[in-house]
Structures are given as structure tokens and as C-alpha cells.
């Protein structure tokens, strides 16, 4: 008998949280109900573990500031857009910022150098030398190509070379003829 | 599922009200950060994990259904957030169900303890509690869920959520009065 009440028993502490939350089905809840009434055990199980939930609850109420909440609902709705200011001077730690400035002055440093060095060394103006020595080689070039096909015109009026002379000996036998004719008159 | 005031400040919100938003987490701050607070053990993570789920729950006011008590959307979210978290860190120190020392502060147990005491006990109890067991306590005292939704929250049998509780409150109570009693 003894026994079986202790099983009732552990059985509602498993129970416990779905009776205290409302979430049993009416006939166990009222079971249990009866049951609370009647077990001593249960009833101060009940109350610990009501004045466990309500202590905690008190207990574990943290806050923070009311200005550091405002500043996370703000982050929190604001739309996200390209700023200039925040790309240069992003949000986070002060291990981030700081790494970022020291970054950004780097930078800056190097290319301030770079453009003191360019400014105070004389260099010869490499477009002006570029554009002659390319002058001189296309003139080269052109001079080449040209006398390549004029070698090849010269040859192929080689093959009608005889035909050529030929044609201008007849010729010039016609106006020996023509002057003979002439000097007789 | 919503008192009527939060129903309007969803409402609001939904209409791109950002003041609105302000106010209605207002209702649910001290709770919130808490919760986080406890859970992840330092003010820095906690913030950080308010922050984020205030991006989230902002972003995703439009996809909040009223069918669903508008605190578990929230604390669900916080939680989901804070798991992320920590599986990315992959701070198995924090989940590792360690069994704590607990008896050790025990003090005289028949001294009456009140107030204060009581609270600070609990304080010290919840701390030392296997993770899972500290999760579960804390949606409950601090997200006001049913062991239902903690349940759905945390993608864990009922039966396997009410025994995490079991045991917590069981620790606790060992704590706060002799087992002997
Ligand atoms: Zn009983």
C-alpha cells in the first residue's frame, strides 16, 4: 500500500510541470487535484517546486541600460545602406577601429612616398622615346615591304621579258621606217 | 494568443513602425537578456546575442503568427540564435552535461532560508546545471513557456524536456533544503 503511494507520488512529480501548466487532460488533472489534497508529500512538492519558479524568476531578472537598449533597437531597425562615413570609419571594437586607422594610415604613408619619389627623380619622358622608336621601325618596316613588292613586280616582268623586247624592237624598226620615209621627202 | 496592447504594437511593427518595436520588446527585455545572460555565462555574448536577435525578430516580425504566444516567438529565436552561436564556437566546455558539485554549498539544513538567500541559492544552483538542464530551467522561469513549446523550441521530446526539469528542480531543491527534511 505503502509502496503504490510512493509510486502515485513519483509519478506526480514527473507530472508536475504539465499540471502546473495547465497542459493535462481534465480527468488527470483532477486526479491529481484530488490526489495533492489528500498526499502531504505532494502538496509541499508542489510548493517547492512553486517557490522555486517564482524565486528564480525574481533572481534571474537581469537588465541592462535603458540607453544601450534604445542603441540595439536602433541597429536593429535601421536600414542597411552604403555610407561613406561608416566605410571609412567602421562600427565595432575598439580593437577593430583601432587595427583598421592603423591600416588605413599605412596606406596613406606608403602612397604619399611613393608620390614624393615619383615627383623628385628626373626620368627620361618614356611616351615621347617610345613614340620615335616606333616611328623609326614602322619607317623601316614600310621600306621593306616596299621594296619586297617592287622584286616581285621585277619578276614577274622577267618571264615576259623577251616579249617585252620584241615588242620594242618592232617598234623601234616602225620608226626608223617612218624617218627613213621622212628624210626621203 | 496576445494581450491587446502587444497585438497593436505587432501591428505597428509590421507597418515598418520602429517605435513600435522599441516598446514591444521592452515588454520582454528583462526576460530576454537574462535568460541570455544566464545561458552563455558573460555580459558580452549576452548583449551580442540581444543585438542579433533583435535584427531577427525584426526582420521577421511579418512572419510572426498569432497562433503562437508572441514571448515563445521571441525566446525561440533568442535561443535558436544562441545555439548557432555556440555550436560555431564550438564551446563543448559550456554543453558538456558536467555533474556539479552541488552538496558542497549546502549549508545547515534546517536554517530557514528567505528572500534573498533562497534566491541567491538558486542562482548558484542554476549556474552548475548540466546545460540541457539549464536550458530547459530557464525557457521556463524566463521565457514563460509551456514544456510544450520548450519542447518544439528545442526539437527535444516532451518526455526528455520534463525530465531536464525534473532534474534541475531536484538539484535545486537539494540545495536549498536537506534531502533529509
Ligand atoms: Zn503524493
Same mark, same amino acid.
Given at each position: 500500500?505503502?509502496?503504490?503511494?510512493?509510486?502515485?507520488?513519483?509519478?506526480?512529480?514527473?507530472?508536475?510541470?504539465?499540471?502546473?501548466?495547465?497542459? @493535462?487532460?481534465?480527468?488527470?488533472?483532477?486526479?491529481?487535484?484530488?490526489?495533492?489534497?489528500?498526499?502531504?508529500?505532494?502538496?509541499?512538492?508542489?510548493?517547492?517546486?512553486?517557490?522555486?519558479?517564482?524565486?528564480?524568476?525574481?533572481?534571474?531578472?537581469?537588465?541592462? &541600460?535603458?540607453?544601450?537598449?534604445?542603441?540595439?533597437?536602433?541597429?536593429?531597425?535601421?536600414?542597411?545602406?552604403?555610407?561613406?562615413?561608416?566605410? @571609412? &570609419?567602421?562600427?565595432?571594437?575598439?580593437?577593430?577601429?583601432?587595427?583598421?586607422?592603423?591600416?588605413?594610415?599605412?596606406?596613406?604613408?606608403?602612397?604619399?612616398?611613393?608620390?614624393?619619389?615619383?615627383?623628385?627623380?628626373?626620368?627620361?619622358?618614356?611616351?615621347?622615346?617610345?613614340?620615335?622608336?616606333?616611328?623609326?621601325?614602322?619607317?623601316?618596316?614600310?621600306?621593306?615591304?616596299?621594296?619586297?613588292?617592287?622584286?616581285?613586280?621585277?619578276?614577274?616582268?622577267?618571264?615576259?621579258?623577251?616579249?617585252?623586247?620584241?615588242?620594242?624592237?618592232?617598234?623601234?624598226?616602225?620608226?626608223?621606217?617612218?624617218?627613213?620615209?621622212?628624210?626621203?621627202? | 494568443?496576445?494581450? #491587446?496592447?502587444?497585438?497593436?504594437?505587432?501591428?505597428?511593427?509590421?507597418?515598418?513602425?520602429?517605435?513600435?518595436?522599441?516598446?514591444?520588446?521592452?515588454?520582454?527585455?528583462?526576460?530576454?537578456?537574462?535568460?541570455?545572460?544566464?545561458?552563455?555565462? %558573460?555580459?558580452?555574448?549576452?548583449?551580442?546575442?540581444?543585438?542579433? #536577435?533583435?535584427?531577427?525578430?525584426?526582420?521577421?516580425?511579418?512572419?510572426?503568427?498569432?497562433?503562437?504566444?508572441?514571448?515563445?516567438?521571441?525566446?525561440?529565436?533568442?535561443?535558436? #540564435?544562441?545555439?548557432?552561436?555556440?555550436?560555431?564556437?564550438?564551446?563543448? !566546455?559550456?554543453?558538456?552535461?558536467?555533474?556539479?558539485?552541488?552538496?558542497?554549498? !549546502?549549508?545547515?539544513?534546517?536554517?530557514?532560508?528567505?528572500?534573498?538567500?533562497?534566491?541567491?541559492?538558486?542562482?548558484?544552483?542554476?549556474?552548475?546545471?548540466?546545460?540541457?538542464?539549464?536550458?530547459?530551467?530557464?525557457?521556463?522561469?524566463?521565457?514563460?513557456?509551456?514544456?510544450?513549446?520548450?519542447?518544439?523550441?528545442? %526539437?527535444?521530446?516532451?518526455? #526528455?524536456?520534463?525530465?531536464?526539469?525534473?532534474?534541475?528542480?531536484?538539484?535545486?531543491?537539494?540545495?536549498?533544503?536537506?534531502? %533529509?527534511?
Amino acid at each position: 500500500m505503502i509502496n503504490d503511494e510512493n509510486m502515485i507520488c513519483s509519478e506526480f512529480e514527473k507530472e508536475v510541470y504539465l499540471y502546473l501548466d495547465n497542459d @493535462l487532460l481534465t480527468d488527470r488533472k483532477e486526479y491529481w487535484k484530488q490526489h495533492v489534497v489528500n498526499c502531504k508529500t505532494c502538496s509541499s512538492f508542489i510548493s517547492e517546486v512553486e517557490i522555486i519558479l517564482d524565486q528564480a524568476h525574481v533572481e534571474l531578472t537581469e537588465d541592462m &541600460f535603458d540607453a544601450k537598449f534604445n542603441a540595439m533597437v536602433k541597429k536593429a531597425v535601421q536600414k542597411k545602406e552604403f555610407k561613406i562615413a561608416e566605410w @571609412l &570609419f567602421p562600427q565595432g571594437t575598439a580593437k577593430e577601429k583601432f587595427a583598421f586607422s592603423l591600416k588605413l594610415a599605412v596606406v596613406g604613408v606608403l602612397a604619399t612616398i611613393a608620390i614624393i619619389i615619383s615627383l623628385t627623380t628626373r626620368q627620361p619622358n618614356t611616351v615621347k622615346t617610345i613614340s620615335n622608336e616606333l616611328l623609326d621601325w614602322e619607317g623601316k618596316k614600310v621600306t621593306s615591304q616596299i621594296n619586297e613588292i617592287k622584286n616581285t613586280i621585277d619578276m614577274i616582268h622577267e618571264d615576259n621579258w623577251d616579249r617585252q623586247m620584241i615588242l620594242l624592237d618592232q617598234r623601234m624598226k616602225a620608226l626608223e621606217n617612218k624617218s627613213d620615209k621622212f628624210s626621203f621627202n | 494568443m496576445s494581450t #491587446t496592447r502587444e497585438q497593436t504594437l505587432i501591428e505597428n511593427c509590421r507597418n515598418g513602425e520602429t517605435t513600435a518595436f522599441g516598446q514591444l520588446i521592452k515588454i520582454y527585455r528583462k526576460q530576454l537578456f537574462s535568460y541570455l545572460l544566464k545561458l552563455c555565462g %558573460n555580459r558580452e555574448d549576452a548583449e551580442d546575442l540581444f543585438q542579433e #536577435t533583435l535584427i531577427k525578430s525584426w526582420k521577421g516580425i511579418s512572419k510572426y503568427s498569432e497562433l503562437q504566444k508572441f514571448s515563445s516567438w521571441l525566446f525561440t529565436i533568442a535561443h535558436n #540564435t544562441a545555439m548557432d552561436k555556440l555550436r560555431k564556437r564550438n564551446k563543448e !566546455a559550456m554543453i558538456t552535461e558536467t555533474e556539479p558539485d552541488e552538496l558542497s554549498h !549546502a549549508n545547515d539544513p534546517h536554517k530557514e532560508l528567505i528572500g534573498k538567500e533562497i534566491r541567491n541559492k538558486i542562482q548558484k544552483a542554476v549556474d552548475i546545471l548540466p546545460f540541457k538542464q539549464k536550458e530547459v530551467f530557464l525557457l521556463r522561469v524566463n521565457g514563460e513557456m509551456s514544456f510544450k513549446e520548450i519542447a518544439q523550441v528545442t %526539437n527535444e521530446p516532451l518526455n #526528455t524536456v520534463l525530465s531536464h526539469m525534473h532534474y534541475s528542480v531536484k538539484k535545486i531543491k537539494r540545495l536549498l533544503w536537506s534531502e %533529509n527534511d
